[in-house]
C-alpha cells in the first residue's frame, strides 16, 4: 500500500514539472523558475516527445525483466490470428497520446491540481461506456457515487481573475475533462485487449506508440517558436521522464502485491496530492471551495473504486 501511494506522490512530481515548464513559478519559495514554452498543443507534442525518449527504452528494460514471455507475445500480435489484438492495442496508444496533449494543454492553462482533478472524473465515463459496450449496468450506489464526482468536479472550477481569464479557464477545463472522456475509452478498450496480451507489453506498446504519434506530429505542426531554452527544457524533460519511469514501476510493483483494485482505491488520492504537492513546490494555492471540491472527487472515487472492490470479493466468497 506504501509503495502504491508512494507511486502516485511521485507522478505527482511529473505534472507539477509540466506545470512549470509551461508558466514561470516561485520554486520552494528560493528561485524563480518556468515558462520556457506557451502551453498549447504543438509544444504539447514537444515535451510528450522529450519525455518518451527517455520513458520508453526504460520501459522496454522493465517489461522484459517483469515478464520473459513479452518478446514472443510481440511476435504473435503479428500473426493472422492475434492482428485484431494489436489494432486493439495501437488504437490505446493513439488514445493514450490524445488524452496526454489534452492534459498537457490543461496543466498549462489551469493550476495543476484543478486540471488532474477534472481529468479523474475518468470513472464516470468509464462506468459509462462499460455500460454501453459490457452490459455492467451501474448500480443505484455507483449512480450516487459518480454524481459526487461530478459536483466535486464542479465545485473545482476556477472563477475568472487577473491571473486567468474566463477564455483560458473555458479552454482549461475543456482540455481536462476531454482528457478524462479519452482516458476512459482507453481504460474500456484496455480491457477488452488485456484479455487476451499480457499488462506488461500491452503498456509498452501505448507509450512506444505515443512516442512515434508526438514525433509525427511534431514534423508536421511544429511549434511556433523555434528560439527555445533547450537546456531547461531538456532538464524538466528528463526529470519528469526518470519520475515518471519510477511512478510506473512502483505502481506496478504495488499491483502484483496487493492487486489492481485496491492500487486503484490508493490511486484515488492522487488529485489531492497533485493539489498539495503543487501548493508545496510552486505555491499554487486554492479557495476553500476548490479545496472541498477536490476532496469530494477523491472521496469520490474512493468510494466507486471500493464498491468494486466488495463487489469482487463477494462474488469470490460465493463461488468457494
Known sequence: MLTVLLSSLVLTLHNVTVRVLFSEHLVLGLFVLGGYVKPDLQNSFLLMFMRMLLVVPLMATLAFKLYPSAGREFQDLFTRERFDVLIQAFACGILMFVYIAALYVAIGLIPTGIALTLFFTYPVFTALLAWKFFG?????????????????????????????????????????????????????????????????????????????????????FSPANSQLDWTP???????????????????????????????????????????????????????????LGIGVVTLGIALLSGEGFLRRRNSSEGVN
Open 136 to 220: 455492467d449496468r451501474p448500480t443505484l450506489f455507483r449512480w450516487l457515487v459518480m454524481g459526487i464526482i461530478l459536483i466535486g468536479g464542479v465545485l473545482t472550477i476556477p472563477q475568472s481573475s487577473s491571473n486567468y481569464s474566463s477564455n483560458t479557464i473555458a479552454i482549461g477545463i475543456f482540455a481536462s475533462l476531454s482528457a478524462g472522456v479519452v482516458y476512459a475509452f482507453y481504460n474500456v478498450i484496455g480491457q477488452k485487449c488485456m484479455e487476451r496480451f499480457h499488462p506488461v507489453p500491452f503498456t509498452w506498446i501505448s507509450f512506444a506508440s505515443t512516442l512515434l504519434l508526438s514525433g509525427v506530429s511534431l514534423l508536421l
Open 233 to 291: 527544457l531538456w532538464i524538466g524533460s528528463i526529470f519528469s521522464g526518470i519520475v515518471s519511469f519510477i511512478g510506473h514501476t512502483l505502481n506496478n510493483l504495488g499491483i502484483r502485491t496487493i492487486g489492481a483494485t485496491k492500487a486503484s482505491i490508493i490511486g484515488s488520492s492522487s488529485p489531492a496530492l497533485t493539489a498539495l504537492v503543487a501548493w508545496a513546490t510552486i505555491s499554487e494555492s486554492l479557495n476553500l471551495i476548490q479545496s
